[in-house]
């Protein structure tokens, strides 16, 4: 009884080390292969990284277990279900909250874009080359930022103005002094402006001249004014007168033939006459009046110089008369002489 204890005891003692040395290469085993399961990976959120060491492979599943959310709106380097593999790194860029002001509403906006610019893009929103956008597109989306959007509109506008005519105006000998006669009629001329008009938002807030051109020369007006004097008698009709080129202050005195204190014959070889209805004769320094020269003299009418006299020197005309009784009427007076034309 005694031996077959003891035999069994052996046999017993005998088997012990090689069940440990099992058991050992079990757990030894066991733990090759769970360091063999176990991953580890890098999660940068915003650019700061997370070091997770998991078992699992489901990239959804890891992000929970360690309390990490990815919202609608922020972006994640791969998919939610994809398998990972140890030493991956996944990247997430949280979305922030902005508002745009733009026509005139405020647009609320989450998004994870990196600047203005790519968040502009992701969200459909179209910026025209001349708008106007503060802050600048190539700044970072930042959280709290407001991005005002200004829409800038130009538009050419062409209008047309007229262009005055001037007045000119000529001198003319042939038309009495007072008469004005239109020889050509004016008229306008056009000016074509075009103008950039700029508007803000739907408001004009500048514009200016970006071409001018004269579309149609303006024609002036011609005018000639008569420069032709005239004079009219002091007595008889009334719709008669007479163009004088000048008129001269004279002394005038009176002759006549009825005496016979003078001839009849003048010095250009005429008759003497005293016509009221005509010409008269009249005598006179040929230095100040030409022989020949039509005159009317004042108070006594038309009359030429046609006669001289050794008396008659500088602005004196010597009128004729066919009385004595009239030379005696007339004396010796101050008279205006117009040089006839």
């Known amino acids: 009884m005694i031996n077959n ?6 046999n017993v003692s005998s088997i012990w080390p090689k069940t440990v040395f099992v058991v050992v290469l079990i757990l030894l085993s066991a733990t090759v292969a769970m360091y063999s399961l176990k991953n580890t990976i890098d999660v940068v959120i915003d650019g700061q990284t997370v070091e997770i060491t998991t078992l699992s492979k489901n990239l959804k599943n890891i992000l929970k277990d360690n309390g990490i959310t990815v919202a609608d709106k922020d972006k994640i380097s791969v998919a939610l279900d994809s398998k990972i593999n140890d030493g991956d790194i996944i990247y997430i860029d949280k979305a922030v909250n902005v508002e745009i002001v733009i026509d005139g509403d405020i647009m609320p906006i989450t998004s994870a874009e990196k600047t203005i610019k790519d968040m502009l893009t992701a969200e459909n929103i179209t910026v025209g080359e001349e708008d106007m956008i ?6 970072a989306l930042k959280s709290g930022m407001t991005i005002e959007i200004t829409r800038v509109n130009k538009e050419l506008v062409t209008e047309f103005q007229p262009i005055a005519f001037d007045t000119e105006t000529k001198n003319n000998s042939e038309l009495k002094q007072g008469i004005e006669q239109v020889v050509q009629e004016g008229s306008e001329g056009e000016r074509k402006i075009i103008t950039e008009v700029v508007y803000e938002n739907g408001k004009e807030v500048r514009r200016r001249v970006v071409e001018e051109t004269v579309s149609k020369n303006p024609i002036n007006k011609v005018v000639e004014i008569g420069t032709m004097a005239v004079v009219r008698p002091s007595r008889g009709d009334s719709n008669v007168e007479y ?14 033939a009825d005496r016979g204190d003078s001839g009849t014959i003048t010095a250009t070889g005429a008759t003497v006459s005293r016509d009221p209805n ?11 009046i030409p022989l020949g020269t039509k005159l009317y003299i004042e108070g006594y009418g038309l009359a030429i110089a046609a006669d001289t006299g050794g008396a ?3 602005n004196i005309v010597d009128v004729y008369f066919n009385t004595y009784e009239e030379c005696v009427s007339w004396g010796r007076r101050q008279v205006n002489v117009y040089i006839l034309k």
């Not at 204890?5 to 052996?10: Q, S, V, Y």
């Not at 163009?243 to 006549?256: D, K, P």
Request: glycine fraction near 4%; charge should be neutral.
């Open 278 to 288: 005509g010409y008269s004769t009249v005598a006179v320094d040929p230095r100040v």
């Open 312 to 314: 008659i020197k500088g």
């Open 134 to 139: 503060e802050p600048s597109v190539d700044q």
């Open 243 to 256: 163009a004088y080129s000048s008129v001269l202050s004279c002394e005038s005195t009176a002759y006549t």
């Open 5 to 10: 204890f003891k035999d069994k005891l052996k």
